[in-house]
């Protein structure tokens, strides 16, 4: 996940404006990849997905894309709306240590939406 | 909200008392998981699941344990807590292997557990 210290970073953004969230991901051997949204006191809801035999994929007015050589992955948003303050995760399948099933998250990245 | 419970959705304990959780879920999924979510650390799986009686560990599994005896049910059992288990936990399921065939998984609200 992102690599970032105890603070969550934060991402401030004009309305309207496109938003673009980074994340470091650190299995090479992780070929399933996932960008989440929590907002305030709730659970992680699904955006987009991708494998790691696509470079870029589009959904409405999100777009991942996928570069394997650094191990980076970015989720841009479109036209930024007020509903789209949330913090931002990026997730992998590769796990942690261990071996574990499941998904190893990013730290998260605060996206806040300024009028 | 895919179908996942968690109960109870806010809990206050004291130090060295046994806490349960429990993830109910009505979608038929095979596996099941247990995250905790601290601030700095984003979300960190603790135990997860991949059939009725069959579980495994995660990344932080000290201090925790887990049961199965249903599929729709997975309870997460802190023997005795402690002040470090003071966080929010969420369940997650998932329909198949999210590490061998890349599979989304779907959250519950959360449980936010304060120990005190």
């Known amino acids: ?115 | 909200d895919a179908g996942i419970t968690q109960s109870p959705r806010h809990k206050v304990t004291e130090t060295g008392t046994p806490v349960t959780l429990r993830c109910h879920q009505t979608e038929n999924h095979r596996y099941m998981y247990w995250y905790r979510q601290d601030p700095g650390h984003g979300l960190r799986l603790i135990h997860y699941s991949y059939g009725v009686k069959d579980t495994d560990k995660g990344e932080v599994s000290d201090g925790y344990s887990v049961s199965r005896s249903k599929t729709e049910d997975f309870l997460l059992t802190l023997e005795s807590a402690t002040s470090s288990q003071t966080s929010v936990y969420f369940c997650a399921i998932s329909e198949s292997t999210i590490r061998g065939l890349g599979t989304e998984a779907f959250f519950g609200q959360g449980t936010r557990l304060t120990v005190v």
């Open chain 1, 1 to 115: 996940g992102e690599s970032v210290g105890l603070h969550l970073p934060t991402l401030s953004v004009q309305e309207g404006d496109n938003s673009i969230i980074n994340c470091a991901y650190s299995n090479s051997a992780s070929d399933y990849f996932i960008w989440y949204k929590q907002e305030s006191g709730k659970g992680p809801q699904f955006i987009i997905d991708i494998r790691s035999n696509m470079d870029k994929r589009q959904g409405q007015r999100v777009t991942v894309l996928l570069n394997k050589t650094v191990k980076h992955l970015s989720l841009q948003i479109a036209a930024t709306q007020p509903g789209d303050s949330a913090v931002y995760f990026c997730a992998e399948n590769g796990s942690s240590g261990g071996g574990a099933d499941g998904l190893t998250f990013g730290k998260g990245t605060h996206l806040i939406i300024q009028p």
